[in-house]
């Protein structure tokens, strides 16, 4: 079996104490690295398989033809490598990112799909040929049209010749731009696009059966607010309101549509744990699906091949699956076993099920990605993902909870530094996510070990409105970026101080997005807490904030909405008590920041206009401009600037070595 695209040979890692070692670590820039494979994909008839990454520098897709000889590469050239997806066995889908600059003061990033086939040549741009749907930032595949020939159903737009060519009769309307969202065929093989569906003004998403046919409709009124959820079943033209709900969180009880079944699977409310329940289309039979789970969000696992779940995860610590599938299941407890120690995930497989691409990754070691030939049983290396940190000691990650001052159980990871014990109490980073709705998981953290190997004990906390744990844990975040999420973090300083591992007087605060709002909170409203404080792409002005939301994407919006309701509708006041710019003058600690002159997530004049206010102030402050970059730093090169303008700041202002 000839599958190679680079070494495929285990990681080393080599676990610490509470101490660091002198050794020289690995450099910045094996850490700011784009890993070498970001995504694997494997063709429906098992035959080839796609890889998505590359070198730091250049960003490729490889074909590697399993027994075959010949490994052809696509380089792809300045983008940003999003995701892989098989259309067929002759063609795979690249989606990329890019950013578009159409004025000197507005542009976005772009997400297109490009059509690569077997000779690792570049076909087409999906949904190119259709003029209107360029107007689409995303332009998402929902899913597959089995064929033949096999095409690509997406999410593009159409033009209504506006009022005249609507039978919408309600006179109250808001952003009539005359274009709405419809659902398109695409032959990767010519970019072809067939028109399927057209949606309406409240129309949002669709899912497709295997023959590509439309069998669930989302749709938001952007009026009342009402989320609708329409089904049909097969066989059935005209759509059925199944759910319909105020609510516009609503939607997250929605886990999909399975062809195989004709069913779509909801989330359910099982006294007080999630339960997930199969609810057929045809009939309305219902079923229960699984365990019920408590303290954590569940999703379900696909089978793409025959559209179907085969597995219900969830997890705190660490996300772990219930295989509803005995097949999968025991494939699953093969590689397990062959991997005894480490986390094994099962990403996907060929429709005959003999062959599966599995990434495999240690505790806080990066991952590394096989090829299983479940009828040979064998295993072969496709690549890792940070191949420069082969055999480098990296620090050793452990799942902590600790109580809130009000009583509340918080989550956290806390990292410590490789190396030998010596009794010193450590540096602490303390390094919030972003978000503030999502979470961190025990996967491989760039970010974290480029810290831990320079020295510092890193905590993770998952504070009280992070996702994953719960829609009681994540509404007990509302309101309260500057009050209780702050305070779960320096309640955390304070319980792993308690155990001697750390020195609460030497703390710093970095962080990313939200985080970088927390970092800026924190050194402004508890200023005696922090040594210094990095923010990149940090929030600073909540004003800012939501003027910048109202301007992209308008006043009844449903991103403005989910802003404010995070907000938990915050008057005026209470917003401007809440920025930490206007806050300077309480801070006596260093300050970092960096942003990205692109970004489209949170505006750079936050940390312009933080840069000013405490250069006004007279405060110490350094800003990094990442030129060219948006919100996420999606290349090598200023991935590795951050680390080495970070390590250099906590070099001077948190020495592990005082």
Same mark, same amino acid.
């Given at each position: 079996?000839?599958?190679?695209?680079?070494?495929?040979?285990?990681?080393?890692?080599?676990?610490?104490?509470?101490?660091?070692?002198?050794?020289?670590?690995?450099?910045?820039?094996?850490?700011?690295?784009?890993?070498?494979?970001?995504?694997?994909?494997?063709?429906?008839?098992?035959?080839?398989?796609?890889?998505?990454?590359?070198?730091?520098?250049?960003?490729?897709?490889?074909?590697?033809?399993?027994?075959?000889?010949?490994?052809?590469?696509?380089?792809?050239?300045?983008?940003?490598?999003?995701?892989?997806?098989?259309?067929?066995?002759?063609?795979?889908?690249?989606?990329?990112?890019?950013?578009?600059?159409?004025?000197?003061?507005?542009?976005?990033?772009?997400?297109?799909?490009?059509?690569?086939?077997?000779?690792?040549?570049?076909?087409?741009?999906?949904?190119?040929?259709?003029?209107?749907?360029?107007?689409?930032?995303?332009?998402?595949?929902?899913?597959?049209?089995?064929?033949?020939?096999?095409?690509?159903?997406?999410?593009?737009?159409?033009?209504?010749?506006?009022?005249?060519?609507?039978?919408?009769?309600?006179?109250?309307?808001?952003?009539?731009?005359?274009?709405?969202?419809?659902?398109?065929?695409?032959?990767?093989?010519?970019?072809?696009?067939?028109?399927?569906?057209?949606?309406?003004?409240?129309?949002?998403?669709?899912?497709?059966?295997?023959?590509?046919?439309?069998?669930?409709?989302?749709?938001?009124?952007?009026?009342?607010?009402?989320?609708?959820?329409?089904?049909?079943?097969?066989?059935?033209?005209?759509?059925?309101?199944?759910?319909?709900?105020?609510?516009?969180?609503?939607?997250?009880?929605?886990?999909?549509?399975?062809?195989?079944?004709?069913?779509?699977?909801?989330?359910?409310?099982?006294?007080?744990?999630?339960?997930?329940?199969?609810?057929?289309?045809?009939?309305?039979?219902?079923?229960?699906?699984?365990?019920?789970?408590?303290?954590?969000?569940?999703?379900?696992?696909?089978?793409?091949?025959?559209?179907?779940?085969?597995?219900?995860?969830?997890?705190?610590?660490?996300?772990?699956?219930?295989?509803?599938?005995?097949?999968?299941?025991?494939?699953?407890?093969?590689?397990?076993?062959?991997?005894?120690?480490?986390?094994?995930?099962?990403?996907?497989?060929?429709?005959?099920?003999?062959?599966?691409?599995?990434?495999?990754?240690?505790?806080?070691?990066?991952?590394?990605?096989?090829?299983?030939?479940?009828?040979?049983?064998?295993?072969?290396?496709?690549?890792?993902?940070?191949?420069?940190?082969?055999?480098?000691?990296?620090?050793?990650?452990?799942?902590?909870?600790?109580?809130?001052?009000?009583?509340?159980?918080?989550?956290?990871?806390?990292?410590?530094?490789?190396?030998?014990?010596?009794?010193?109490?450590?540096?602490?980073?303390?390094?919030?996510?972003?978000?503030?709705?999502?979470?961190?998981?025990?996967?491989?953290?760039?970010?974290?070990?480029?810290?831990?190997?320079? &020295? %510092? $004990?890193? +905590?993770?906390?998952?504070?009280?409105?992070?996702?994953?744990?719960?829609? #009681?844990?994540?509404? =007990? *975040?509302?309101?309260?970026?500057?009050?209780?999420?702050?305070?779960?973090?320096?309640?955390?300083?304070?319980?792993?101080?308690?155990?001697?591992?750390?020195?609460?007087?030497?703390?710093?605060?970095?962080?990313?997005?939200?985080? &970088? %709002? $927390?970092? +800026?909170?924190?050194?402004?409203?508890?200023?005696?807490?922090?040594?210094? #404080?990095?923010?990149? =792409? *940090?929030?600073?002005?909540?004003?800012?904030?939501?003027?910048?939301?109202?301007?992209?994407?308008?006043?009844?919006?449903?991103?403005?909405?989910?802003?404010?309701?995070?907000?938990?509708?915050?008057?005026?006041?209470?917003?401007?008590?809440?920025?930490?710019?206007?806050?300077?003058?309480?801070?006596?600690?260093?300050?970092?920041?960096?942003?990205?002159?692109?970004?489209?997530?949170?505006?750079?004049?936050?940390?312009?206009?933080?840069?000013?206010?405490?250069?006004?102030?007279?405060?110490?402050?350094?800003?990094?401009?990442?030129?060219?970059?948006?919100?996420?730093?999606?290349?090598?090169?200023?991935?590795?600037?951050?680390?080495?303008?970070?390590?250099?700041?906590?070099?001077?202002?948190?020495?592990?070595?005082?």
């Amino acid at each position: 079996m000839k599958v190679a695209v680079m070494s495929g040979a285990a990681i080393a890692v080599a676990l610490g104490g509470v101490a660091w070692a002198q050794t020289a670590p690995p450099p910045a820039s094996a850490f700011g690295r784009m890993p070498g494979v970001y995504d694997a994909a494997i063709s429906p008839n098992g035959k080839t398989v796609a890889i998505l990454g590359g070198s730091p520098e250049v960003r490729s897709l490889s074909l590697a033809t399993i027994d075959q000889p010949g490994l052809p590469t696509l380089n792809l050239g300045d983008v940003q490598a999003v995701s892989l997806r098989w259309v067929g066995d002759d063609h795979v889908l690249a989606r990329i990112g890019f950013w578009k600059q159409w004025t000197p003061k507005i542009g976005y990033r772009y997400e297109r799909n490009i059509s690569v086939n077997l000779q690792g040549q570049a076909v087409v741009r999906m949904l190119d040929k259709d003029v209107t749907s360029q107007l689409l930032i995303s332009q998402p595949v929902v899913g597959l049209a089995s064929g033949p020939p096999a095409k690509a159903v997406m999410i593009g737009v159409q033009d209504n010749l506006g009022a005249a060519g609507s039978m919408d009769t309600r006179m109250k309307r808001k952003g009539e731009s005359g274009f709405q969202l419809a659902l398109f065929a695409v032959d990767p093989a010519n970019g072809k696009a067939t028109l399927l569906e057209k949606g309406g003004y409240d129309t949002y998403s669709w899912e497709v059966d295997q023959s590509g046919e439309a069998r669930v409709r989302h749709e938001s009124d952007e009026i009342s607010h009402k989320y609708t959820l329409y089904a049909r079943a097969k066989g059935v033209k005209p759509w059925t309101a199944l759910y319909a709900n105020q609510d516009e969180e609503w939607p997250r009880h929605y886990a999909g549509y399975a062809s195989a079944t004709d069913s779509i699977y909801m989330v359910e409310d099982d006294g007080g744990a999630s339960q997930v329940v199969r609810h057929a289309l045809a009939g309305g039979a219902t079923e229960k699906v699984g365990a019920p789970v408590r303290g954590s969000d569940v999703a379900l696992v696909w089978d793409r091949n025959r559209d179907q779940p085969v597995g219900v995860m969830s997890g705190a610590e660490t996300f772990r699956v219930e295989w509803l599938d005995p097949e999968i299941r025991g494939v699953h407890a093969m590689l397990a076993k062959a991997f005894k120690g480490k986390t094994v995930t099962v990403s996907e497989w060929s429709a005959d099920r003999t062959r599966f691409l599995v990434r495999v990754n240690g505790q806080g070691a990066p991952g590394a990605w096989y090829l299983f030939d479940r009828a040979r049983k064998e295993l072969s290396p496709i690549g890792e993902e940070y191949p420069e940190l082969k055999d480098a000691a990296l620090g050793t990650t452990r799942w902590i909870t600790y109580k809130a001052r009000d009583g509340l159980e918080i989550p956290a990871y806390l990292t410590l530094p490789p190396g030998a014990l010596d009794g010193r109490k450590l540096p602490l980073i303390v390094m919030p996510h972003g978000g503030p709705v999502a979470r961190d998981d025990d996967d491989f953290d760039w970010l974290t070990q480029f810290l831990a190997t320079r &020295g %510092y $004990a890193v +905590l993770r906390p998952q504070f009280r409105g992070s996702a994953g744990f719960g829609k #009681a844990f994540e509404d =007990a *975040g509302r309101g309260e970026w500057a009050g209780k999420m702050q305070t779960d973090l320096l309640d955390g300083i304070a319980a792993v101080a308690a155990s001697n591992t750390i020195d609460p007087a030497r703390v710093c605060i970095f962080g990313w997005s939200f985080g &970088g %709002y $927390a970092a +800026l909170a924190g050194v402004s409203m508890h200023p005696e807490a922090y040594k210094c #404080a990095a923010s990149m =792409a *940090g929030v600073s002005d909540l004003g800012l904030l939501i003027t910048e939301q109202l301007r992209v994407s308008g006043d009844d919006s449903w991103g403005l909405r989910s802003l404010r309701r995070m907000l938990d509708d915050a008057s005026s006041e209470k917003i401007l008590q809440t920025s930490p710019v206007q806050h300077v003058a309480d801070i006596r600690a260093p300050v970092l920041l960096m942003h990205g002159d692109q970004d489209g997530s949170v505006d750079y004049e936050q940390s312009q206009r933080m840069a000013s206010a405490l250069k006004a102030a007279g405060k110490p402050a350094e800003f990094v401009t990442f030129k060219n970059e948006d919100h996420f730093l999606l290349r090598s090169a200023p991935r590795t600037q951050l680390l080495e303008t970070l390590g250099a700041f906590l070099a001077k202002n948190l020495p592990v070595n005082p």
